[in-house]
């Protein structure tokens, strides 16, 4: 396999820097690297647009593409993910939405022509269902005795309909309504971690000594992973395109496909979604990008029997998750760069004065005024054209975040060589502002099906974490 040009440059720049081991990170491939692979990915994206059903004078649910229009009219529930066009050799089937001639109640229909009815838009382009991708349902409409009709999902019944009427061979992705809980959770002797049904199952809650490390202010700030290039970036959580938390019901998550908890286990898996400021100008009322042919998911275990039965490990067994992130691809592609999981750093929600730190961790050494380096502003590499730093350490890096008092740390451990050659492996710091993102990174090909990676989130207090991390590395983890 060969190592990619950037991660030599990083050894030779940092040549003198003791070599450490990695840190949390979305599975992501990086920008301006590979640029055929990127455009791979690109390719495989289908935009598409948000359906959200509204309330209107107290008994016409209407749906609507844009949020702006629904928002007037609550209690507001977003139901499906629908293509805002699909390319050749898919016929898309279009998704209308019709008012009657008193203009008091509206419908949906697949029918160009409704008697008695007016189009008033196009609400999307639905597969059909001999094209549908995994992860679709049937779209449908439930009604009253008077034939009143609300566009529905199984998540988000209206009250008082009676009869479900489908919306015959229309496809697309269902979504959650507007429920405040989505979350599903396992728990350990210490550690209690919830993932995001409506956000791919990314992990939205993470609770270690009554102290929760992810913020809820958005998808984005869940842990999670993702595939990067120059226009693309499928997410595993998706993104916050309104900050307002108490409009949550306008967040955009990925499609979930499955999520499994069994004891002291989770698994899941979700068709990546995509909106970021690299791609190009989307057209008006498309939320962003998704991608049937790739999925993106974890299988993680805490408590791990493994660590209970190891002598060196035992003490620490409830601190570490075991995280197996996994992508998996429809062919093979050579080259690519992954993010196996990230954190950003504002996820920490730090109290009053203390902000959270970021330090390198080098898990060689038992001493850990050797290990544990403070990062700070003076240590980022200007990114040239744009107001973004970013510090790149050497491949087997690693990194941890902490509270200002260093109570509770967050931090990533994985083999150097975990795919059989030294080097494709390392940490990346991402900075803009007072806003970073921390990553364990991985430079090398995918192929097709699934590929894994595993990583070890480690939980504790700084110096704690350090130790845990130099264990695992002496016991051959």
């Not at 491939?29 to 495989?44: D, E, F, K, R, T």
């Not at 002797?189 to 956000?199: F, M, P, R, T």
């Not at 980022?380 to 050497?394: A, H, P, V």
Request: with cysteine.
């Amino acid at each position: 396999m060969q190592r990619s040009a950037e991660v030599d440059n990083i050894r030779r720049s940092k040549s003198s820097t003791p070599k450490l081991l990695p840190a949390l990170a979305f599975i992501t491939l990086l920008p301006g690297v590979y640029s055929q692979a990127s455009q791979s990915i690109h390719s495989m994206g289908v935009t598409f647009k948000t359906i959200w059903r509204a309330l209107h004078n107290g008994n016409d649910y209407f749906a609507s593409n844009h949020y702006e229009e629904a928002r007037q009219y609550p209690p507001v529930e977003q139901l499906y993910y629908i293509p805002y066009r699909l390319r050749s050799p898919v016929n898309g089937i279009r998704l209308y939405r019709f008012y009657d001639s008193d203009g008091v109640q509206h419908t949906e229909s697949s029918q160009g022509h409704l008697p008695g009815s007016k189009k008033e838009s196009i609400l999307g382009v639905a597969w059909p269902q001999v094209s549908a991708p995994g992860g679709t349902e049937e779209m449908y409409q439930l009604r009253d005795l008077n034939q009143l009709s609300a566009i529905a999902v199984p998540k988000a019944p209206a009250a008082g309909f009676e009869e479900k009427v489908p919306l015959t061979g229309l496809y697309a992705y269902p979504r959650y309504g507007y429920q405040e809980k989505t979350l599903e959770c396992i728990s350990g002797s210490s550690i209690k971690l919830c993932s995001d049904k409506a956000a791919g199952g990314s992990i939205a809650e993470l609770v270690w000594n009554n102290y929760n490390f992810i913020k809820d202010d958005g998808y984005s700030h869940n842990i999670q992973s993702s595939i990067l290039g120059d226009h693309a970036k499928p997410t595993e959580g998706g993104s916050t395109f309104n900050k307002d938390e108490s409009e949550k019901v306008a967040w955009n998550g990925a499609p979930l496909i499955s999520l499994i908890s069994n004891n002291n286990r989770q698994s899941s898996s979700a068709i990546p979604i995509d909106r970021t400021s690299r791609r190009p100008r989307l057209a008006r009322g498309v939320t962003g990008v998704i991608y049937p042919d790739l999925k993106i998911g974890k299988n993680l275990q805490i408590d791990a029997e493994e660590f209970k039965q190891n002598e060196a490990l035992s003490l620490y067994a409830s601190q570490i998750i075991v995280y197996d992130a996994q992508v998996t691809m429809p062919t093979d592609w050579s080259g690519t760069k992954l993010v196996i999981l990230e954190v950003p750093g504002g996820s920490i929600p730090t109290k009053s004065k203390w902000p959270s730190h970021f330090y390198t961790v080098d898990a060689l050494y038992s001493d850990p005024t050797k290990s544990v380096r403070e990062i700070f502003n003076s240590d980022f590499q200007y990114e040239g054209e744009s107001d973004d730093y970013k510090y790149l350490f050497q491949a087997g890096g690693g990194i941890a975040i902490a509270t200002g008092r260093e109570e509770h740390a967050i931090a990533v451990y994985s083999r150097r060589s975990q795919q059989g050659k030294e080097g494709e492996f390392y940490g990346h710091l991402h900075k803009k502002g007072v806003h970073g993102h921390w990553s364990l990174r991985y430079a090398g090909p995918l192929y097709a099906g699934q590929n894994t990676f595993r990583a070890y989130i480690i939980l504790g207090e700084i110096e704690e974490v350090h130790k845990i991390m130099h264990l695992l590395y002496t016991e051959g983890y």
